[in-house]
Every structure is written in C-alpha cells, then in structure tokens.
C-alpha cells in the first residue's frame, strides 16, 4: 500500500470519527481529553498494523496472531522487535515463518534472563529457642 493511499485513508477515518462524535454539548473537559487519547492510540495501532502488514508473510502474521491470543504480551514484544529491526534497515525481505521462529526464541530468552527469582536465606534470623520464648510467656 503506497504511502498516499494509507494517507487518504487515515484521513478519511479521522473525518469518520469525528462526524460519528458530533459536537459536545461541554459536557465536561475530562471527556475529551480521553477521546483525544482513544484517538491517539488508534492511529498507533492503525501505524502498527500497516508497518507489520508491509513487513511479515502472511503466514508469520497468522503466527502472531495465535500468540496474540495466548499471550498478548509476548506477541506485543515480537512486534516491537520486528518494527525497530525494520526501522533501523536490518530487514531486507518480509519475515517468513521460520526468521519470526528465531526472533521469538530471542525474544523467550531475553524474557527468561529478566525474570530470573533469586532467594536469599537468613542464616540464624529464627532459631527454634525463639519460638519456644515466644510461646512460653509466663
């Protein structure tokens, strides 16, 4: 889709969205603030879906989306690693199945490396002698 249509489009859709609001009766300023933001983020998922669609096989994209309904995070990070991989030029051709197989275990490990749980133990912070003190208050 060349950049002129995708243009034409978002306009034609900002032009809907705001016949299809109406003008507010000053209702409250708090109302629209939260529009303008709905509207915002929108137009980013609308900008997200047009740079994946340019950038992934169908098949990688079907992928996505069956990750997107285990776990919307993981998907959401994949996305993101793919639009800045495609941002910076690294990407030459669309991502097949098998590029987007690799991106996703780097994705898990890197995910695996922060959400390591180490334990630390306190040697000698509770003995038993303290729980009978405790408990034999006379």
């Known amino acids: 889709m060349a950049d002129d249509e995708l243009a034409a489009i978002r306009s034609a859709r900002k ?3 705001q016949s299809q609001a109406g ?3 000053g209702g409250g300023g708090g109302g629209e603030e939260q529009e303008q933001k709905q509207q915002a983020q929108k137009r980013e998922a609308e900008i997200r879906a047009s740079i994946l669609q340019q950038i992934l096989e169908p098949a990688a994209a079907d992928r996505i989306g069956r990750i997107r309904l ?3 995070s993981r998907a959401e990070d994949v996305e993101n690693r793919l639009i800045m991989l495609a941002r910076s030029g690294q990407l030459r051709q669309k991502v097949n199945e098998e590029q987007l197989k690799s991106i996703l275990e780097a994705v898990s490990e890197q995910q695996q490396e922060t959400e ?3 334990v630390h133990r306190r040697k000698g ?3 038993d002698d303290d729980l009978d003190d405790l408990l034999n208050e006379d």
């Open 15 to 17: 032009q809907q969205l």
């Open 70 to 72: 285990v776990k919307a």
């Open 23 to 25: 003008p507010s009766g």
């Open 125 to 127: 912070g509770w003995d």
């Open 116 to 118: 390591k749980v180490t």
